[in-house]
């Protein structure tokens, strides 16, 4: 789409091609009431205190808007912590997003629902643990969560918002998928994201009690697409959409459908990513407090770092597979195998792919601890310190 | 069943607008967009829930004088657009 050379004939130092950040997600805290123990977030979260302002934050939209971003998610964290979310919602809508708010609905009420639809809200996601209130309880960390979420889930509802309720699956869920695609329905969610947990920060700490076993997976799946005939029948639009771990695949994922191609991660202290987990590779990201978003998206070391295809090693260099999954993710890669310019071991052509299948070997053993190490302030700070 | 009597409405859970970035119309959802294309963006900029098929149809041709005799189009189009959900009568 877009090239670096400027005056049309090729450069020495050309950077490869790539994308619009179509999709800018602003990770506007790290603050959050639940502790849930597959939190994408940093280990390390609690040594980073430092948020951008509101006027920073709007510098950051306007930015990305001309560099043709259109979707923008309120993450964190929990977004709903920031005291000026409201304005940050309509300084979007100006500007012609549209905005999702990503939220566990813990902090939400009915006032606040309707003055962000005031403010040009577009979308609402809300996360839950399980359909089961004392499993999701116990996944939160809260003992009124999901009481607060049901009735959150009606009230984004009640207030004509689209609504995509989204379910983190895992082995001790995973068995109640009927439940869960049975409690969406009822909520009349219009998007269902039945994702299974992919193994990054805390997920990755917690992974042999939350990778479930094949069959645990496959049964579910199984299930999904009856309940996908059965609504479809029913002329009930809800749209099911199951993540399968790559843990059971033999290919990778085209991650972030390829590197700095249309995806833009802003963290709260201001340091951009192409996806949120990066922060975790041994590279130098930059920073919106430094930097135009046009410089970060279009010259920095970090967001050019892995675009196009010479970076790669064997087996990815020569593999016909390369255009369509672009070596699997860098974060897998690093965290599994050291060497971020590894092929994700996921690959079954990886020489560490040994890695993967010993881990679903785990699963289908019993678990050996039933301990999970929750995402929160003082289990963050062991992770700084050593 | 769409007929050239029909007052065609944008579902509530598509936003529909002009992207620069994209030099096209598109349909915006969460998390998600549909770019679309000329004839397509240039039919749905029409439908208001005021407007009926007829009248979009007279619209468009006098806004492209070439495009004569297109109401055939548009109301297949309507009617692939109301299978995705984009539009409701």
Request: hydrophobic fraction near 35%.
């Amino acid at each position: 789409m877009s090239s670096s050379s400027c005056n049309g004939s090729p450069s020495l130092n050309a950077v490869p091609t790539h994308g619009q950040p179509l999709w800018l997600l602003a990770e506007l805290t790290y603050k959050c009431p639940l502790q849930c123990p597959y939190c994408a977030n940093p280990l390390d979260f609690a040594n980073r205190t430092t948020e951008l302002t509101t006027a920073e934050w709007i510098k950051v939209f306007e930015e990305g808007r001309k560099l043709g971003a259109v979707q923008l998610g309120f993450s964190g964290g929990e977004p709903l912590v920031r005291q000026d979310l409201v304005t940050l919602i309509k300084e979007a809508r100006q500007m012609g997003y549209y905005s999702n708010l990503i939220t566990s609905g813990v902090g939400l009420n009915e006032r606040k629902v309707g003055e962000f639809r005031e403010a040009g809200l577009d979308h609402i996601q809300v996360s839950f643990q399980a359909a089961d209130e004392s499993v999701n309880n116990m996944l939160a960390g809260s003992k009124k969560a999901f009481e607060q979420k049901l009735k959150m889930a009606r009230e984004v509802k009640a207030q004509g918002y689209p609504m995509v309720l989204n379910f983190v699956t895992h082995r001790h869920n995973i068995d109640q998928i009927d439940r869960i695609i049975e409690l969406c329905v009822e909520l009349e969610a219009d998007y269902v994201e039945l994702a299974t947990c992919q193994y990054y920060g805390w997920a990755y700490e917690n992974r042999e009690n939350l990778l479930p076993t094949r069959a645990q997976l496959e049964r579910a799946e199984r299930i999904t697409n009856e309940y996908r005939q059965k609504l479809e029948a029913a002329g009930n639009p809800i749209k099911l959409i199951f993540v399968t771990p790559d843990y059971y695949e033999e290919r990778p994922k085209g991650c972030m459908n390829g590197w700095g191609q249309v995806f833009l991660t802003v963290t709260p202290d201001g340091t951009a990513l192409p996806c949120h987990s990066a922060k975790m590779l041994p590279i130098e990201f930059p920073n919106v407090r430094d930097h135009t978003l046009d410089h970060i998206w279009n010259e920095s070391f970090g967001f050019n770092h892995y675009r196009g295809y010479d970076w790669m090693k064997e087996p990815c260099r020569s593999c016909d597979d390369k255009e369509k999954d672009f070596g699997g993710c860098r974060c897998q890669a690093y965290m599994m195998t050291g060497d971020a310019t590894n092929a994700d071991p996921v690959c079954s052509k990886s020489e560490h792919h040994h890695l993967i299948t010993d881990a679903r070997a785990v699963a289908e053993q019993p678990l050996l601890h039933e301990e999970m190490l929750f995402r929160n302030e003082k289990n963050s700070k062991v992770f700084f310190r050593s | 069943m769409i007929t050239t009597e029909t007052i065609p409405t944008l579902n509530t859970m598509f936003r529909f607008q002009w992207e620069q970035a994209q030099n096209s119309y598109v349909l915006l959802y969460p998390e998600g967009m549909i770019q679309l294309n000329g004839p397509a963006g240039e039919i749905l900029s029409l439908v208001d829930g005021k407007r009926s098929v007829s009248a979009i149809v007279g619209e468009l041709e006098t806004k492209f004088p070439d495009a004569e005799g297109i109401g055939g189009d548009v109301l297949e189009f309507l009617l692939e657009a109301q299978n995705q959900r984009w539009i409701a009568e």
